[in-house]
């Protein structure tokens, strides 16, 4: 496979440093951080790149990653290591805000126009969040906190990510890819956990605040039958006043059904596929698994890909739901 590694000055110089660059990796995670491209090379005059100039990294005239130059680390020898992020890295900036009535995919379309950020591929997520409140918070956590509660109510999960036009949000189940992941297929090795320790909650406690009464009006959806074998698991938030009992009701069913589960993760060590990144869905497959064969979709949380002396790996978090 042929990669291609450019930088691009404002001025307009492009400088194609391909063949100098050694140790590329590139980091996407599902929520939380932007995407990021590291690469080491030798400095020389003949590339006199800077911080805020462009890079763009492609495989076989794919486009793996865009962004900007944010940090350069040198030694004595000359030696540069490089670190570029893509668009979602301003998102970390801090903002207040008061979305009422909001989709998250509306909250992504304003805050972008702010900060004047491009969007790329958006989905409409459908659920109007009642309402957000926001006071000087990352941009960034603002976005997490409208697709959170988007999940809570629908049990939908959506990813934020720079798909190379503009920032995109897209509901993972759309993201699915026709990648088999299995023993006999690109993967080398793999850790696996089951657990109902990090994320699994069998009763959800809703409270919404009134102020007639001075006291919390309170809604729960439990499982009997998973409280009688794991024992109580409860999830308890305060919701906003604004939501009505028959809203409390939904978003209580939507949240039990989504943590009412172990919780698998998977950590895959593979030969590398271009393109792949958090967010997407693979298909992984493997003869056998605690005793029995394994065969489902899993969520890639964190996808770690490294290019080093002509072979490319990677390394994948992966999360999926338990039976």
């Not at 030694?75 to 801090?94: I, P, S």
């Not at 008061?98 to 805050?111: E, N, P, T, V």
């Not at 309170?218 to 809203?247: C, F, H, M, P």
């Not at 298909?283 to 979709?297: I, N, P, T, V």
Request: hydrophobic residues 40%; negative net charge.
């Amino acid at each position: 496979m042929a990669a291609e590694l450019l930088v691009g000055k404002k001025d307009g110089t492009i400088f194609n440093i391909s063949g100098s660059a050694t140790d590329v990796t590139l980091t996407t995670n599902r929520t939380g951080s932007p995407g990021c491209l590291k690469f080491t090379m030798l400095r020389t005059l003949d590339f006199g790149f800077s911080e805020g100039d462009a890079v763009r990294f492609s495989m076989d005239g794919e486009l793996q990653f865009f962004g900007w130059v944010f940090t350069r680390t040198m030694d004595r020898w000359g030696v540069m290591e490089v670190t570029c992020y893509d668009r979602l890295r301003y998102l970390k900036a801090n903002a207040s805000y008061a979305f009422y009535d909001q989709s998250a995919a509306d909250i992504l379309r304003q805050i972008a126009a702010d900060l004047q950020l491009s969007t790329g591929a958006v989905s409409d997520t459908g659920y109007k969040i009642p309402s957000l409140l926001e006071e000087d918070q990352s941009c960034l956590d603002i976005l997490n906190d409208a697709i959170q509660q988007t999940l809570l109510n629908t049990g939908k999960i959506y990813v934020l990510y720079d798909d190379g036009q503009g920032l995109a949000l897209q509901e993972a189940g759309e993201m699915k890819t026709d990648l088999l992941i299995g023993d006999k297929s690109l993967l080398t090795d793999y850790t696996y956990k089951s657990d109902i320790d990090q994320q699994t909650y069998n009763s959800i406690k809703l409270a919404r605040p009134n102020e007639e009464t001075g006291m919390a009006d309170v809604v729960i959806a439990l499982d009997s039958e998973t409280i009688s074998r794991w024992g109580l698991l409860q999830l308890y938030q305060k919701v906003d006043g604004s939501l009505n009992t028959a809203q409390m009701q939904a978003q209580a069913a939507a949240s039990l059904a989504y943590y009412n589960r172990p919780l698998q993760t998977m950590t895959v060590e593979a030969l590398g596929v271009p393109g792949l990144r958090a967010g997407q869905m693979v298909m992984l497959k493997l003869s056998e698994l605690d005793g029995k064969a394994f065969e489902r979709w899993l969520l890639i949380e964190k996808a770690a890909h490294r290019w080093e002396n002509g072979l490319h790996t990677m390394t994948l978090d992966l999360t999926g739901i338990g039976e």
